[in-house]
């Protein structure tokens, strides 16, 4: 079973960075597919960034491109957002989720952005930004 710990979450001004980390344990990690997901108080939770392990492939939201970079030490068994520019509105309890590491790359960038296809999934670390 895989078990996610988010860390990195802060509370910064508009225009600043973040970085948030995802600790996987588990002997999955290595072919799983791990994504970021946000949930800002009100609304749905929301695919941001994710990632096929194996191969490094990366996948964003739109909101995402040109901001946030994903990606991974897989010496750490981990997970990383590197969050650019932070506006306001990216305020939300940020979570990491992974796959059960058996669907591959081509299911992983089809089905990152799902958070009902995606069966681990850490507590959540807190990004505030202010104006």
């Known amino acids: 079973r895989v078990q996610l710990v988010e860390s990195g979450g802060d509370s910064v001004q508009s225009g600043g960075s973040l970085r948030l980390s995802c600790a996987a344990s588990g002997n999955t990690y290595y072919s799983s597919c791990v994504s970021w997901f946000r949930q800002a108080p009100g609304k749905e939770r929301e695919g941001v960034a994710g990632i096929f392990v194996g191969g490094g492939n990366s996948y964003y939201d739109n909101s995402a491109k040109g901001r946030f970079t994903i990606s991974r030490d897989n010496a750490k068994s981990t997970v990383y957002l590197e969050m650019n520019n932070l506006r306001p509105e990216d305020t939300a309890m940020y979570y990491c989720?992974?796959?059960?590491?058996?669907?591959?790359?081509?299911?992983?960038?089809?089905?990152?952005?799902?958070?009902?296809?995606?069966?681990?999934w850490g507590q959540g670390t807190q990004v505030t930004v202010s104006s």
């Open positions: 989720a992974a796959d059960e590491g058996v669907n591959g790359r081509a299911w992983c960038q089809n089905n990152w952005w799902a958070p009902h296809r995606l069966v681990h």
